[in-house]
């Protein structure tokens, strides 16, 4: 569990968490792996930091997911990696990855510790075979940013409210540099925010 006074840090929207999460891992010099498909905005946010996108290819005969030999590929061609943006449930493939998946995929990252993880799973409400998607944090704790929000599980887009959960170290970082952005997520959003977890059942997800 995350110690809510040092580890999670509400932003406006998901998307700013991710851009955040980006600015304090990567920089000048570094490389990002991006794997493909991929959301738009993952690569021009990692330009914006002044990092390299290594786009990852991933194949339609694996589902598009990420396999443990080809990431451990892609770490080995690119030594200057700083960090993996790893969408789970891919945007925009819907595509899934399990739970063994995920344990394989954490221990290759054990082989480089110089890798942090921006783990998006603002779809992981949004699954439709019937298995739950477990967050990537629970494998790789120590060097795993994870993003989430309230746009796609409560329907709640144009409220702008997302949240970064990670190790005080990263959430420090963060923290200091949204409080000379934004400063803070509206307080009607964060009322708004509250009553969706308070109030709305599993039932309605």
Same mark, same amino acid.
């Given at each position: 569990?995350?110690?809510?006074?040092?580890?999670?840090?509400?932003?406006?929207?998901?998307?700013?968490? *991710?851009? #955040?999460?980006?600015?304090?891992? +990567?920089?000048?010099? !570094? %490389?990002?792996?991006?794997?493909?498909? $991929?959301?738009?905005?993952?690569?021009?946010?990692?330009?914006?930091?002044?990092?390299?996108?290594?786009?990852?290819?991933?194949?339609?005969?694996?589902?598009?997911?990420?396999?443990?030999?080809?990431?451990?590929?892609?770490?080995?061609?690119?030594?200057?990696?700083?960090?993996?943006?790893?969408?789970?449930?891919?945007?925009?493939?819907?595509?899934?990855?399990?739970?063994?998946?995920?344990?394989?995929?954490?221990? *290759?990252? #054990?082989?480089?510790?110089?890798? +942090?993880?921006?783990? !998006? %799973?603002?779809?992981?409400?949004?699954? $439709?075979?019937?298995?739950?998607?477990?967050?990537?944090?629970?494998?790789?704790?120590?060097?795993?940013?994870?993003?989430?929000?309230?746009?796609?599980?409560?329907?709640?887009?144009?409220?702008?409210?997302?949240?970064?959960?990670?190790?005080?170290?990263?959430?420090?970082?963060?923290?200091?540099?949204?409080?000379?952005?934004?400063?803070?997520?509206?307080?009607?959003?964060?009322?708004?925010?509250?009553?969706?977890?308070?109030?709305?059942?599993?039932?309605?997800?």
């Amino acid at each position: 569990s995350y110690n809510p006074a040092t580890e999670i840090v509400v932003a406006n929207g998901a998307k700013q968490a *991710v851009y #955040q999460g980006i600015l304090v891992t +990567a920089g000048d010099g !570094d %490389e990002v792996l991006v794997p493909a498909p $991929y959301w738009p905005s993952y690569p021009e946010m990692v330009r914006l930091a002044g990092a390299e996108p290594i786009i990852m290819d991933t194949k339609a005969e694996d589902g598009f997911l990420i396999t443990p030999e080809a990431l451990r590929e892609s770490l080995e061609a690119h030594p200057k990696t700083k960090l993996l943006i790893f969408c789970n449930p891919s945007n925009p493939t819907g595509g899934v990855h399990d739970a063994a998946r995920l344990q394989e995929l954490a221990d *290759v990252l #054990q082989d480089f510790p110089q890798v +942090a993880v921006l783990a !998006d %799973e603002i779809y992981e409400r949004l699954t $439709y075979t019937g298995e739950d998607c477990p967050s990537f944090a629970s494998y790789l704790y120590d060097r795993t940013l994870t993003i989430n929000g309230f746009s796609k599980a409560y329907a709640m887009t144009g409220f702008r409210l997302g949240y970064l959960a990670a190790p005080a170290k990263y959430a420090k970082a963060v923290t200091t540099l949204q409080s000379q952005l934004t400063s803070c997520a509206g307080s009607v959003s964060q009322a708004a925010g509250l009553a969706a977890l308070q109030d709305v059942s599993e039932e309605e997800l």
